[in-house]
């Protein structure tokens, strides 16, 4: 019996083994790319990388009457000026004056066309004790000139409490069982709104005191 040569195998290609060290970089550019896209993004849905918490979208600031701390009839309507706005009082131990006196560095810090478009208004959240001359007194203790004279207003009860909620800001009184002192309970949140009346974002009196980033925020909504 005649044996039959078995048919000839075909080589195959060689097999190529990639270094480990080409598949991390590859993977390496891949994470870039899509950290990379996320990034882009993100500045495209919010270009300018805010400090404060954003309104998305703006919202109209409403608008409120009272009494300014000279005594004169004082209706708030933003427009025309970036604002920064607190609701406060001034028998605050802490909270009221640091965020004040952070508010005022910022403004030091803005160029003099800046400044002059820019207010700073404090509305006082305990309207039986903080009366305009009150007020003056207390505002004056912030700002190094007239041009950075501070806003001290008196919102009387109920219009008080309206006007702090449609701010989303919050107040309680903490009685101690004295009719004079008292402490005050509130939202420490400042309120920024742009010269078209438009609330932009709020800071936590917590985040005031980096006045290089609330500078960076008040510019970029002045512009």
């Known amino acids: 019996m005649t044996s039959q040569a078995p048919e000839s195998v075909q080589d195959s290609p060689p097999i190529t083994v990639r270094p480990w060290y080409v598949s991390l970089i590859f993977a390496l550019i891949a994470v ?5 896209g996320v990034w882009l993004y993100a500045r495209i849905q919010n270009p300018f990388p805010y400090y404060g918490t954003t309104y998305t979208p703006p ?3 409403p608008a409120f009457s009272g009494s300014d701390q000279d005594s004169r009839a004082y209706t708030f309507a933003p427009q025309g000026k970036t604002t920064a706005l607190f609701f406060g009082f001034t028998h605050c131990p802490t909270i009221c004056p640091l965020t004040l006196t952070y508010l005022d560095k910022v403004r030091g810090r803005l160029s ?3 400044q002059k478009d820019f207010q700073i208004v404090f509305v006082s959240i305990d309207p039986e004790r903080d009366s305009p001359a009150q007020l003056k007194s207390y505002v004056g203790f ?9 806003l001290g207003v ?8 309206a006007v702090a909620r449609s701010y989303g800001a919050g107040y309680s009184r903490a ?3 004295s009719k004079t002192e008292y402490q005050m309970n509130h939202t420490t ?7 078209r009346g438009q609330l932009r974002l709020l800071w936590d009196y917590t985040q005031l005191s980096n006045l290089e980033r609330v500078q960076a925020d008040i510019q970029e909504v002045m512009r």
């Open 32 to 36: 870039a790319a899509l950290l990379g």
């Open 59 to 61: 919202q109209t600031a």
């Open 112 to 114: 003099p066309a800046q």
């Open 142 to 150: 912030f700002g190094t000139s007239p041009a950075s004279k501070m």
């Open 154 to 161: 008196n919102v009387p009860e109920p219009q008080l409490a």
């Open 175 to 177: 009685d101690t069982g």
């Open 189 to 195: 949140a400042t309120y920024l709104i742009d010269r």
